[in-house]
């Protein structure tokens, strides 16, 4: 991952513990809560395309199910922790609950570097670690969907390798499938508009007319790519983006239309080598002094210590999970910057995630427009029961949204009590 130190699951209990003292939650959920429910850890023997066999490390973490089925993405990357997944499953358990999704929350990855596999390799490795997963997932159970790395292909074989297991056709396995077997119109998309929604409603708070914002995006994957064709169509200038090999920057804005066709067809393409636009490091974007809006849409962690003091930018959308460490976000909020925090800001990706489960249990599938109108409606009233509760308490989006997750799981589990 982006060299930091972080602990990414010791940085969730901390936000946690933070939030818990702040509504005086019962020490007792306190500590049910930092624990992961279940943990699921399994070796996934590949027959590479050369005749050998390697052995990959697979994870799936389910951190809470008082609300429902658990639910979260899966990701391909070669510094997948534990301690990572840990991390994310108890992320999404707050994501859901701060949306009023009827999940808990859930996390998976593989410990692989997917550049290095053929596709024939990969599609091996998916289809093995869908099978090690079989005792724990289902669409009543856990219901993983795409995450950095894995896409609408890669579930397409998960479902398949479910279905063949159970004996039927299950597509509520899993969401972010292709549309053609199950999948909902929207999905693709879905993060990355939710994440310009919020930054429309935000801008409108704080009276800001999108044609004077400027931003720069970390990242240029599924969000990274919406996030900047929406935010752009919306009338934003997006001055820089990046990838995992550098990124691109022009002051005047880039042609996000022609930066993203570029993108979709070029998959494995580097923005560091794009022929156009001056180059521009990963550190030099966090850090860029024109900027009004700062999207960090990568991985975790990004946004620490060693950089916080630097950052220009007075407004932060986590497009990403976990990218501001708790000390990085102390820093940029006595400077007085604002913080829109992933479990709101990105929750577009697993709100249409859910309307995909939803289509898939009833198979009724619905129009793009009803997805979108429904996608924002959520949306908007989710961010601003958290501005007002943060405006009221005099606290921070966080704080106000994580306030809200965690008495509302607390809350299901003191009614269901604790079994036996
Ligand atoms: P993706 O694999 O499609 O894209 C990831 C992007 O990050 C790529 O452009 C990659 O080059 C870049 N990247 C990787 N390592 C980097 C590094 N060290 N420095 C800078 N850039 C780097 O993944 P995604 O689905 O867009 O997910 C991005 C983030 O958003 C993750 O934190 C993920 O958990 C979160 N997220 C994704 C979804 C979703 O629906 N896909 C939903 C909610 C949150």
């Given at each position: 991952m982006i060299s930091t130190k972080v602990n990414p699951y010791e940085m969730a209990v901390k936000q946690l513990e933070e939030v818990a003292s702040f509504i005086k939650l019962k020490p007792s959920i306190l500590e049910y809560l930092k624990h992961p429910k279940r943990e699921f850890i399994v070796s996934i023997p590949v027959r590479m395309d050369d005749g050998t066999v390697k052995i990959f490390t697979g994870y799936r973490v389910q951190h809470n199910f008082a609300l429902g089925p658990t639910k979260g993405g899966f990701r391909y990357h070669p510094e997948v922790t534990l301690d990572e997944v840990r991390a994310l499953a108890m992320w999404m358990t707050w994501k859901c609950a701060v949306m009023d999704l009827p999940y808990g929350g859930a996390k998976g990855g593989v410990r692989?570097?997917?550049?290095?596999?053929?596709d024939n390799e990969l599609e091996r490795l998916t289809r093995r670690y869908a099978f090690e997963l079989i005792p724990i997932i289902g669409p009543d159970k856990d219901i993983p969907a795409p995450d950095v790395n894995t896409n609408p292909k890669t579930m397409a074989w998960f479902m398949d390798t479910y279905s063949m297991a159970v004996g039927y056709t299950a597509?509520?396995?899993?969401?972010?499938?292709?549309i053609e077997i199950g999948g909902s119109k929207g999905r693709i998309e879905a993060t990355g508009k939710g994440v310009v929604f919020i930054l429309s409603e935000l801008l409108n708070r704080i009276g800001m007319d999108p044609k004077d914002v400027r931003i720069a995006i970390q990242g240029f994957g599924n969000v990274g790519t919406h996030t900047a064709l929406d935010a752009y169509r919306l009338g934003?200038?997006?001055v820089a983006i990046s990838d995992v090999s550098g990124g691109v920057y022009d002051p005047k804005g880039l042609d996000i239309p022609t930066l993203f066709d570029w993108a979709m067809q070029n998959p494995q393409g580097h923005l560091a080598s794009y022929p156009e636009y001056s180059k521009i490091t990963n550190k030099e974007l966090l850090e860029l002094d024109d900027i009004d809006v700062l999207i960090p849409a990568a991985l975790e962690g990004v946004i620490n210590e060693t950089n916080a003091d630097n950052i220009r930018a007075k407004i932060i959308i986590e497009?990403?999970?976990?990218?501001?460490t708790p000390e990085a976000e102390k820093i940029l909020l006595d400077k007085g910057k604002t913080i829109v925090p992933d479990i709101v800001a990105n929750a577009g990706g697993v709100t249409v995630s859910y309307f995909e489960w939803v289509q898939d249990l009833q198979s009724f599938f619905w129009e793009e427009e009803e997805i979108n109108s429904k996608l924002k409606k959520i949306m908007v009233k989710a961010f601003d029961r958290v501005w007002t509760y943060s405006k009221e308490q005099n606290i921070s989006l966080r704080m106000a949204a994580y306030a809200y997750a965690v008495s509302k799981v607390a809350r299901a589990i003191e009614l269901r009590g604790i079994f036996p």
């Open positions: 692989v570097d997917p550049k290095q596999l053929s597509p509520g396995v899993v969401t972010g499938k292709p934003c200038k997006i497009g990403a999970n976990g990218p501001t």
